[in-house]
Each structure stands twice: as C-alpha cells, then as structure tokens.
C-alpha cells in the first residue's frame, strides 16, 4: 500500500496541486473539520460508492489517524484504483480545514 505524509499533501496543496482527496471518517468527524476540496465517503460506504471514482484517477485516502483510510486504499487497490493512505490522518493536520 502505498503512503504519503501529511506533510507531503499539505506542501502540495500549497503549490496549488489540485488533488483528490476522500475524507472516510464519519458525518459527526468531518462536521468538526475537512480538508478544503475533501470528498466525504464513509468508509461504510466505499463499495456503495466507489463508481464516483475514476480508475485512471490518483486518491489519497484521509482518516482520523490512517487506520480507516488505510483500509480503505486497500479495498481500493485491489480493485484496480490508484490510492494512497495519508499517514497520520486529520490527527496531525496542520493545514486548514473547512467546517
């Protein structure tokens, strides 16, 4: 599986990359913070709606702390989409967040 650090997508972001990001924490987590331009899937809903992703796409999957994310690139991965697990998670973001 492969991984990025937060610092990695925030230096990013700050050179004004646009990047997919999918926030998988629940409502009640994203309600107190995402990262601006985050698409909120639930992990819970991943295979209900990985169809809104495009395979030919770069993801970079974000959690509280890399858990969830992790085992959201996984499930992605092996079904041929091209993820990677923010390590860390919203947990050690520094950048900004959007409520």
């Known amino acids: 599986m492969k991984e990025v650090t937060i610092k990695e997508v925030q230096e990013r972001l700050e050179n004004g990359e646009k990047l997919n990001l999918i926030d998988v924490r629940e409502a009640e987590e994203v309600a107190q913070g995402i990262i601006p331009g ?3 899937i639930p992990l819970g809903l991943i295979e209900f709606r990985e169809n809104e992703l ?3 796409e770069e993801y970079i999957m ?3 702390s890399g ?3 992790g085992k959201a690139t996984q499930y992605l991965e092996e079904r041929g989409y091209n993820v990677t697990n923010m390590a860390g998670g919203m947990l050690e973001w520094e950048g900004p967040v959007e409520k």
């Open 38 to 40: 985050a698409k909120h």
């Open 54 to 56: 495009e395979k030919n």
């Open 67 to 69: 858990g969830r994310s």
């Open 62 to 64: 974000v959690c509280r």
